[in-house]
């Protein structure tokens, strides 16, 4: 252990914690992001740093090689009059050159304002109006020409394009492309720009699940806090392989990856076309997750389950259930259980004698299944990071039961955004973990704003080195969000463990409180109800209302097999398939079915078992009435965020019709 290296540390930090910072590359004297990168290419500078095997022509990058283009982006961007806390707005997508452009804008002392270049037009040019940016970085001709039309509406003075296309058309602003941009840099000198820790390093608009989008001001020393403490937690080294998926303007994937490829890690882009095809052949021992995408691991676990011949079927429930019981006992003999956080000397005989006869069943139950199922993610996962939401509890349960590592953590974009996570050695399912060193939660009564006693639900209030700087012009926004003390409002429920374990039950704003006063968190409900094969999605409904009711999103394939056992589908039918995916979809050939009575009886079938299994149920829990929809949410109808969050009052506004439907009897 590097003593000395542990002397210099600014936070407090446990014996297991030490022990894994020693081991990482120390950044904790610098003063910007941007410094990172010569010292990761004097240690790593032979080590692939970004691999885009999906790119036309496929890119592969060595730290080296990362850092000098870093270095001549941005000498190319002063050369064009790019000046210190200046904005440029950046609005690309995955790929080696996104992380290039981005490092080069900090590197010129400039702030970047960012998002993806498939968001709406509307929302991009709120971004360009709202961060008064003067040059604009985008992913190609085409997002160009999407935003054209206004931009002579805005200081635009100057456009590079990401990709090497060119145009013959005439326009009033200077447009240069990536290698243009590069060429500039290797003919003229670099000016080292004098960068604050202080200073602000870049604009993230917050994902628009609730209200206007606001940007986010986020300075380096935001984003250096999380570089320096999320080793403490995951010593990650030269070489470790990561697979990126999330989108890399994003706040959380963001700082997961400056975490990871700051340490030397070799990290490779792909896509939800590739995603289980390059699990397989990329082997990543990290990969940073939203509960959707661990959802859609699941789901297609399940899918192959459920195609098995009907004996095979019932052992593998069997064995399953089985595993839940060797699982639960394990947690309350490691205190690692959020159910029964303090067993008596009794609970913990009973659970030892439950692991002892069960553990040669979960070991051939490890041999015949668990480890297959390891093999179809590379068999080389060391952890799953998760975060940008809660994890459902069946989801929590399965992936531990199969051996797969997931650390849920917890933040929002306003925090940098982690403020708290699970350790390996503490990992506390169903909760978010412990805060990173540095940080403060407190909980607090959601009326009183006094503290409430450990163990009670109350609001998350949030202080440390990784809160924002504010909201970008917008000081009132500000004052609400941030109080005089330092304390950040998260605007979620939660609560603390006696160890610090912070629980998330709800969020403030999307309580539903019916027609005799009951508050309902719909979050916890919904990630039941998912335990359910025939639902994709879920959101629940009923403000106002005497009961819940839900509208849902089927799962298409599990409907289908279902429909056809039914003999709801005739044959022919069932045997067709015009999906463009090569999969059923009884949603498209069949959307009648929607109606029918039996399978109405199906779903509230399904959800009165999830929602009454449901640890804590209440009577007011029940869902009263469903409605089913065809099309799934998504990113393309403005369903999803791009971390794949619900985005709760759209799904609302589009079908308040539906909606008001339901509750009109």
């Known amino acids: 252990m590097t003593t000395a290296r542990l002397a210099n540390y600014p936070y407090t930090i446990s014996q297991q914690e030490a022990q894994n910072i020693s081991q990482t590359i120390d950044y904790t004297q610098i003063n910007s992001l941007p410094e990172v990168w010569p010292i990761v290419a004097a240690k790593c500078g032979d080590t692939v740093a970004l ?21 001549l982006f941005a000498t190319g961007l002063q050369s064009l009059g790019i000046k210190p806390q200046t904005g440029v707005a950046l609005f690309a997508d995955n790929s080696p050159r996104w992380l290039i452009a981005d490092q080069g804008i900090m590197t010129t002392g400039a ?24 040059t604009l970085v985008v992913e190609d001709l085409k997002t160009l020409n999407k935003l054209s039309d ?12 990401l990709c090497d296309e060119t145009t013959d058309v005439e326009l009033p602003i200077k447009l240069l492309n990536f290698s243009q941009t590069i060429d500039l840099g290797r003919s003229a000198q670099f000016q080292p720009a004098t960068i604050a820790k202080t200073d602000l390093a870049t604009l993230i608009y917050t994902s628009g ?21 999320c080793g403490t937690v995951i010593p990650a080294t030269p070489g470790s392989r990561v697979l990126s998926i999330l989108p890399s303007w994003h706040s959380y994937e963001r700082s997961c990856e400056y975490y990871l490829l700051s340490q030397g890690c070799t990290q490779t882009y792909t896509n939800i076309r590739y995603f289980k095809q390059d699990l397989k052949e990329y082997q990543p021992e990290y990969l940073v997750a939203v509960p959707r995408l661990s959802e859609s691991i699941y789901e297609g676990i399940q899918k192959q389950f459920r195609e098995q011949p009907p004996n095979k079927q019932k052992l593998v429930a069997r064995l399953l259930a089985l595993s839940t019981k060797y699982i639960e006992a394990r947690r309350i003999v490691q205190g690692l ?58 989801l929590d349960l399965f992936f531990e039961i199969i051996g797969v590592n997931i650390l849920v953590g917890y933040g929002l974009t306003e925090t940098a955004p982690i403020t708290n996570v699970r350790r390996p050695w503490q990992n506390l399912r169903l909760s978010s973990g412990q805060p990173l060193p540095g940080t403060e939660i407190r909980i607090v009564d959601v009326d009183t704003r006094q503290p409430v006693a450990i163990g009670q639900k109350g609001l998350v209030m949030i202080r440390g080195p990784q809160v924002m700087q504010g909201y970008y012009r917008d000081p009132e926004a500000t004052a ?109 050939d069949n959307p009648q079915i ?33 409605k089913l929809i065809a099309e799934p949410f998504s990113i393309e109808n403005g369903l999803l965020t791009q971390t794949l969050k619900i985005r709760r009052p759209v799904v609302m506004a589009r079908y308040h019709g539906m909606i008001d439907e339901m509750f009109a009897r």
């Open 594 to 626: 929607l109606n029918n009575t039996q399978v109405i009886d199906l779903f509230r079938d399904e959800l009165n078992r999830e929602v009454k299994n449901r640890p804590g149920y209440r009577i007011d829990d029940r869902i009263a009435t469903i």
């Open 337 to 394: 259980s959020l159910e029964c956080l303090n067993p008596t000397l009794g609970q913990k005989l009973i659970a030892r004698l439950q692991m002892a006869i069960l553990a040669p069943i979960h070991a051939i139950a490890d041999k015949l299944i668990y480890s297959k199922i390891r093999a179809a993610t590379g068999g080389k996962i060391r952890y799953i990071i998760s975060g940008g939401g809660s994890l459902a509890k069946h």
């Open 111 to 134: 702030f970047n304002a960012v998002r993806s270049s498939q968001a709406e037009v509307q929302e991009l040019l709120s971004i360009l109006d709202n961060s008064q940016a003067q």
């Open 209 to 229: 699940t609730s209200g206007n989008p606001k940007g986010v001001m986020l300075t380096h020393a935001n984003l250096l806090h999380q570089i320096n403490t």
């Open 480 to 588: 609400k969000a941030i109080d005089v003390d330092g304390w950040f409002n998260s605007g979620d429920l939660g609560m603390l463990t006696p160890n610090n374990d912070l629980t998330i039950t709800g969020r403030a704003k999307d309580t539903i409180v019916l027609s005799n006063g009951e508050n309902i968190e719909p979050t916890p409900i919904e990630d039941a109800c998912l335990r359910s094969s025939y639902i994709s999605q879920i959101v629940l409904v009923g403000q106002d209302q005497k009961a819940l009711g839900a509208l849902i999103v089927p799962n298409s394939e599990a409907l289908h097999q279902w429909a056809i056992s039914q003999n709801l589908i005739p044959a022919p039918i069932a045997a067709t398939n015009p999906a463009s995916s090569n999969e059923p979809n009884i949603l498209l």
């Open 51 to 71: 691999n885009a095997p999906h790119s036309k022509p496929a890119i592969s990058m060595t730290y080296r090689e990362v850092a000098t283009q870093i270095k």
């Open 150 to 161: 206004r931009l002579a509406d805005l200081p635009i003075k100057l456009i590079i394009l």
